[in-house]
């Protein structure tokens, strides 16, 4: 079975969604503020398997950011720790928090998603990418053929 990946989903629209949270391999919440041609936001993400930090595959919630001051990075790691906890590593322009509680929910993604929202003063987009269904089953699930952006696979 193919992987599939959903894009541009509002925190609002994961209230309609009922899927096999083991299925979800990785989800992000990209965080723009306004205006967004000047390319200011966060994004917070998690990889099932990990995300790649040098040699070591780093398990936990992670965050990058892109045009944001210096002073706030701090904020946005206290934020997520305070939720998630986890030990914190940095590479460039994202902060991984190593061993942090892990979530796969609809409910908790959109709950995170509100919350950055309203703390940082963002507009919440969210990713989702799933493995081992059809896209016909994802349809049964609630997930909207539109926001559908496949993945090609050998």
């Known amino acids: ?38 390319a200011h936001f966060i994004g917070v993400f998690m990889y099932r398997d ?20 210096q002073e706030e990075v701090p904020k946005i790691t206290k934020f997520l720790q305070d939720r998630y906890n986890g030990k914190e590593m940095e590479k460039g ?16 993604i959109k709950s995170l998603a509100k919350e950055l929202e309203s703390t940082f003063n ?13 896209q016909e089953e994802l349809k049964e699930v609630g997930m909207p053929e539109a926001k559908l952006l496949p993945i090609p696979t050998k």
């Open 50 to 69: 990990g995300t790649a930090y040098d040699y070591e595959s780093v398990k936990g919630i992670c965050f990058f950011y892109n045009n944001i001051e």
């Open 1 to 38: 079975m193919a992987r599939m990946r959903y894009w541009k989903i509002t925190a609002d629209e994961m209230d309609n969604f009922s899927y096999d949270e083991s299925k979800l391999l990785n989800w992000e919440i990209k965080c723009i503020r306004e205006p967004e041609d000047e």
């Open 122 to 134: 963002t507009k919440a987009v969210i990713s989702l990418e799933f493995e081992n269904y059809t």
């Open 93 to 108: 322009e994202r902060i991984f928090l190593k061993g942090s509680k892990e979530i796969y929910s609809g409910k908790d």
